[in-house]
């Protein structure tokens, strides 16, 4: 048996640990509707939009970065400086700031994608009818979609920040969310569905009701409570449920989808598209010899902390509450606890990845540094499923502004497959796998045959026959 004070801190401890592995599986835009929803449920949760560093708690001036966790800790070596910046931050750049600004024409060749990605995408459909002075506005809004095409920011945020009226920012944010897919850009799925519904309406019949039932019966559409759903609407079931098939049929609560497909088709038309980065790596004052400055975004802009009256309260709870407000405020010190410590471990695991994986971050795939999450996991003392969840469906922005998976930094193909694509990029001739296995031999690389030809096909190459048809036609 257990001493009493373990069995009372082992499910204290397992909670712990078992949230912080929830959420360090997830990945920026995943927590921030994680936080959104806890403090929208738990009065114990209080966020105060005061901006502190969020890797060691100061107060930070307008200016954005906290002077002692943004600064290298040894100037004359060349180590990564790590810390936490909140999101709001970089799409506010992209808005217009010079700190992340991104030009289109400075990206490398291999960052662009077969598919244009969403931003792109609109911009180019709305760009006839958007005034120059208002390209600035768009950008910001484009940028600021999540995977699904919802804008997750509030309008006068944009317009405070161009400095512009927000019925400018409406008439912009019109146009995106008119152009296909139509519906981005909505503030949520039930507007996205208002949208499409009155574009459609100029061009087909639609059900009477249809509009009231996502206007009023949003709720009942989604859980298919249509019997409930036509007592309010005051028509019968059957009614309800063609009108469930008209939506379902012809319109989309989250248009970001209709751009990049969906998984549960089991198809993927095109490679993965990535919009926001989950981290940002650049250089000391954009030199290259300078140590590599990486910035884990935060999802949140401010504070999370226990309300103060709550907190208060708490003390001369009634009895009937008083079990149900202790649970909020163990659920909300938990969240708080659990947040810190994924923050931790994102920042150790970043200051050795980046440390390892310099040469590749700044010279590209061929430098890739082979690296397992075993390893890793072993020089931060966690097990490995630790370094797969921090890892997960995370993404980075390279200094060339290249967006990558995080799970790229472990793909030990990379430069084998590099040298495949110099190798036939150089041929005088088609050259045989087995002529390229022999060269790869020479350089070093131990490779099979069939490996070979596996990497050549995941790099797009045709196989010799083909390139020498190719060349000869």
């Known amino acids: 048996?257990?001493?009493?004070?373990?069995?009372?801190?082992?499910?204290?401890?397992?909670?712990?640990?078992?949230?912080?592995?929830?959420?360090?599986?997830m990945t920026t835009a995943e927590l921030r509707q994680n936080i959104e929803a806890e403090l929208a449920n738990n009065p114990a949760l209080e966020l105060r939009e005061v901006k502190r560093c969020h890797s060691c708690g100061r107060s930070l001036v307008e200016s954005?970065?906290?002077?002692?966790?943004?600064?290298?800790?040894?100037?004359?070596?060349i180590e990564p400086i790590v810390f936490t910046s909140a999101q709001q931050d970089y799409f506010s750049s992209i808005g217009g700031g010079a700190q992340h600004n991104i030009h289109t024409d400075d990206l490398p060749d291999d960052n662009i994608a077969p598919a244009l990605d969403l931003p792109t995408y609109v911009l180019q459909q709305i760009a006839p009818e958007l005034a120059?002075?208002?390209?600035?506005?768009?950008?910001?809004?484009?940028?600021?979609?999540?995977?699904d095409g919802l804008l997750r920011i509030q309008l006068f945020e944009i317009s405070r920040y161009h400095h512009v009226s927000i019925e400018r920012v409406k008439y912009v944010l019109d146009l995106i969310q008119r152009s296909e897919p139509i519906g981005v850009g909505a503030a949520s799925p039930q507007e996205a569905l208002l949208i499409q519904l009155d574009i459609l309406a100029k061009i087909q019949d639609i059900p009477p009701l249809a509009k009231r039932a996502i206007e009023e019966g949003m709720d009942l559409l989604s859980r298919r409570h249509y019997s409930k759903l036509?007592?309010?609407?005051?028509?019968?079931?059957?009614?309800?449920?063609?009108?469930?098939?008209?939506?379902?049929?012809?319109?989309?609560?989250?248009?970001?989808?209709?751009?990049?497909?969906?998984?549960?088709?089991?198809?993927?038309?095109?490679?993965?598209?990535?919009?926001?980065?989950?981290?940002?790596?650049?250089?000391?004052?954009?030199?290259?010899d300078?140590?590599?400055?990486?910035?884990?975004?935060?999802?949140?802009?401010?504070?999370?902390?226990?309300?103060?009256?709550?907190?208060?309260a708490l003390k001369s709870a009634p009895e009937e509450k008083s079990e149900k407000w202790q649970q909020d405020f163990e659920k909300a010190n938990l969240l708080i606890k659990c947040l810190r410590q994924r923050g931790n471990t994102m920042r150790q695991m970043m200051t050795i990845l980046t440390q390892v994986q310099r040469n590749f971050i700044l010279r590209g795939d061929?430098?890739?540094?082979?690296?397992?999450r075993a390893s890793l996991a072993l020089q931060l003392d966690v097990h490995e499923s630790t370094v797969s969840r921090a890892v997960s469906g995370k993404t980075a922005r390279?200094?060339?502004g290249r967006m990558i998976p995080l799970s790229k930094f472990f793909d030990r193909s990379l430069?084998?497959?590099?040298?495949?694509?110099?190798?036939?990029?150089?041929?005088?001739?088609?050259?045989?796998?087995?002529?390229?296995?022999?060269?790869?031999?020479?350089?070093?690389?131990?490779?099979?045959?069939?490996?070979?030809?596996?990497?050549?096909?995941?790099?797009?190459?045709?196989?010799?026959?083909?390139?020498?048809?190719?060349?000869?036609?």
Request: hydrophobic share 35%; glycine share 6%.
């Open 290 to 312: 300078s140590p590599l400055v990486v910035e884990i975004l935060s999802p949140i802009y401010g504070s999370l902390q226990i309300n103060a009256l709550f907190r208060k």
């Open 64 to 77: 954005g970065l906290c002077p002692v966790c943004s600064r290298p800790h040894n100037p004359d070596q």
């Open 398 to 400: 390279l200094p060339n």
């Open 415 to 473: 430069p084998i497959r590099a040298l495949i694509r110099e190798i036939v990029k150089d041929e005088d001739s088609p050259l045989t796998d087995s002529q390229i296995t022999r060269i790869l031999h020479q350089e070093g690389h131990k490779v099979a045959r069939r490996t070979v030809a596996k990497y050549r096909s995941m790099e797009g190459i045709l196989a010799a026959p083909t390139r020498h048809k190719v060349a000869s036609a």
């Open 132 to 147: 120059v002075e208002d390209r600035s506005i768009a950008a910001h809004i484009l940028t600021s979609l999540d995977d």
């Open 366 to 372: 061929k430098f890739l540094h082979p690296l397992t």
């Open 230 to 288: 036509g007592e309010l609407l005051g028509i019968p079931t059957q009614a309800v449920e063609e009108i469930a098939h008209f939506i379902s049929t012809n319109l989309n609560p989250y248009p970001g989808r209709a751009h990049w497909g969906s998984i549960r088709q089991g198809v993927e038309a095109n490679p993965p598209t990535y919009h926001n980065p989950d981290i940002l790596i650049g250089t000391l004052n954009q030199q290259p």
């Open 1 to 25: 048996m257990y001493p009493i004070h373990l069995q009372q801190l082992r499910p204290q401890t397992t909670a712990h640990l078992a949230q912080t592995m929830t959420l360090l599986g």
